[in-house]
Structures are given as structure tokens and as C-alpha cells.
């Protein structure tokens, strides 16, 4: 189990995302009284070997995320915003994407309760990041959102919230995919208009505010939608893991 944990460890430093999913493995290691005893690996465990599983499987071994430190300049940024009524949407530059909570979920959020709008602020990031990621790669981006606990997320890569750690480990499989690093800072709502139109769906304010912007927003995938909102995150299962890993293969 060391040995195994270490190795993973050793690739972190060059597949950085990769650290939040060696938490499961961590706990269990820290479990044991001697490192060569047995461990019985559970979903949790289980689902973060799948995670590697499936990254390795696509990986080219070459890409490195380069490290950040001091002020950050960042390639692409992006806003995103939540609506507790109508839906979520983002913005990157001239380009722009919009989803409605009903084409997205089907029984609403209420399960979750009080961290119903951080679910929902993270939304629209996962999302943003799977469609432009192809074109950020081994670059990075830098979100600005207007909900703080979306922001900590983000950045912290955990949540004890089950459906949000579910958009975490995709946006991190993102991530890895693509090379890139991916950091949220928070702006007050008043600094966010654009994409707070978009999620409530006043797309007037896109005609008047960027005019050259492109006449349609950007598709979202329907299989995106489906991994991400519809279907149980199940790792282990072979039919979910395939669903996974043929998402973000688009270029």
C-alpha cells in the first residue's frame, strides 16, 4: 500500500491534479498499524485507482503543468454565474455558454439544502473548463465568481457535499486532460453583470454589452450534461468509467 501511494505521489508532482485523489488512499493508509497489512479497498478507494486508471489511459506522459508562483498571469479567463431560478452561464471573451437548471437536472436541488447555490456556482466552472479546455491546454485560467464557497472549492479541490466532490474529481480529470491549471477568484456580484444576465436568461444584455459576440452560444455537450448531472457517478462501473473517459476526448 506505501509503495503504492508513494508512486502515486511521485506522479503528482508532475500530474498535479492528481493529489485529490489520493485522499481515500491516504486515510486508509493512515488505518493500518503496519504498512505491509492487509487493507480491503472501498468505493471511495476504489474510485480514486479508477480515477488514474482513466487518466493514465490517455495521458501521452509527456504533458507537465508548469508550476505557478508570485503573480500569476493567466491565458484565458473566464465569469460564471448561477441563477437560483433560471439556470448558470460563463463568459470567455467574445464567446459564451448558457444551461437551464430544467435541461440539467431533473429533481432540482433540494437534497442538498444550504449548499443548493454552491453547487449550483460550481456548475457553469466544470462546465466552461470541458467545453474551452481543448483550447487551454497546458495553459491555465483563472474564473471569476462571484460566490465564495464556489471559490473555495475550487481552489481547495474538497467538499463533503457528495455532488459537489463529484463535479470537483471531473473538473480535476479536466484538469489533467488537458494540461492546465485552473484558479477561482471571487468578485462582488455588482462586477458580474454579463454573466449574471446569461444565468437569468436576459440575453439582450449580450447584444448590447458585446456586440461582436457570436450569434449562438456555445453547445454543451448532451453526454456532458449526462456525466456531470444525470447519470449515478458510479468510477467502479465500467459503463460509467467509459461514459468518462470518451467525454473530454473532443478536440
Same mark, same amino acid.
Given at each position: ?88 452561464? =460563463? $463568459? #470567455? /471573451?467574445?464567446? @459564451?455558454? +448558457?444551461? %437551464? ?5 431533473? *429533481? ?21 473548463? =470541458? $467545453? #474551452? /479546455?481543448?483550447? @487551454?491546454? +497546458?495553459? %491555465? ?5 462571484? *460566490? ?59 447584444s448590447s454589452q458585446i456586440p461582436e459576440a457570436a450569434a449562438k452560444k456555445e453547445v454543451i455537450p448532451k453526454k456532458l450534461v449526462k456525466l456531470l448531472m444525470k ?21
Amino acid at each position: 500500500m506505501e509503495s503504492l501511494v508513494g508512486k502515486l505521489a511521485h506522479a503528482c508532482k508532475v500530474v498535479r491534479p492528481g493529489k485529490t485523489f489520493l485522499r481515500h488512499l491516504y486515510q486508509k493508509l493512515s488505518q493500518t498499524a503496519q504498512p505491509y497489512h492487509h487493507i480491503s479497498f472501498n468505493m471511495p478507494v476504489r474510485s480514486d485507482l479508477m480515477w488514474w486508471a482513466l487518466f493514465l489511459r490517455s495521458w501521452n506522459g509527456v504533458s507537465i503543468l508548469r508550476e505557478y508562483g508570485g503573480p500569476q498571469q493567466f491565458s484565458n479567463e473566464i465569469w460564471t454565474d448561477a441563477s437560483g431560478t433560471f439556470g448558470c452561464g =460563463a $463568459v #470567455w /471573451g467574445k464567446r @459564451w455558454l +448558457q444551461a %437551464s437548471w430544467s435541461s440539467m437536472y431533473k *429533481n432540482g436541488l433540494g437534497e442538498v439544502g444550504e449548499d443548493g447555490i454552491t453547487l449550483k456556482e460550481l456548475v457553469p466552472i466544470v462546465v466552461a473548463c =470541458a $467545453v #474551452w /479546455g481543448p483550447q @487551454w491546454r +497546458q495553459s %491555465s485560467a483563472l474564473v471569476h465568481c462571484d *460566490n465564495e464557497g464556489a471559490v473555495t472549492v475550487v481552489n481547495s479541490g474538497y467538499s463533503k457535499v457528495e455532488k459537489m466532490m463529484h463535479l470537483l474529481h471531473c473538473l480535476f480529470f479536466i484538469r489533467a486532460q488537458f494540461s492546465m491549471e485552473v484558479k477561482a477568484i471571487h468578485v462582488p456580484g455588482k462586477y458580474n453583470g454579463l454573466v449574471d444576465a446569461i444565468s437569468c436568461n436576459n440575453l439582450s444584455v449580450i447584444s448590447s454589452q458585446i456586440p461582436e459576440a457570436a450569434a449562438k452560444k456555445e453547445v454543451i455537450p448532451k453526454k456532458l450534461v449526462k456525466l456531470l448531472m444525470k447519470e449515478r457517478p458510479d468510477w467502479t462501473s465500467a459503463t460509467w468509467s467509459q461514459l468518462f473517459a470518451n467525454c473530454f476526448q473532443q478536440e
